[in-house]
């Protein structure tokens, strides 16, 4: 029986069960699959970006 454990997404700051952990940070799957389809002259690509920065902070502290 697989335990699952919900964690904040990052990105849509929702919990979900199911997504990549970057560093100390969660993806949820579905944003994650955003990240991938979107076109980088998108306008959420560049609020991906943002949220990306900010993990790469929390991550140096
Ligand atoms: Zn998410």
Avoid: A
């Avoid at 944003?31 to 998108?42: F, G, N, P």
């Avoid at 690509?45 to 140096?60: E, P």
């Amino acid at each position: 029986m697989l335990t699952t454990q919900e964690t904040t997404c990052i990105v849509c700051e929702e919990l979900k069960e199911e997504g990549i952990h970057i560093f100390s940070n969660f993806i949820c799957v579905e944003c994650e699959q955003k990240m991938v389809s979107t076109e980088t002259d998108d306008v959420q690509y560049q609020y991906f970006i943002h949220q990306l920065k900010h993990i790469s902070l929390s991550y140096s502290e």
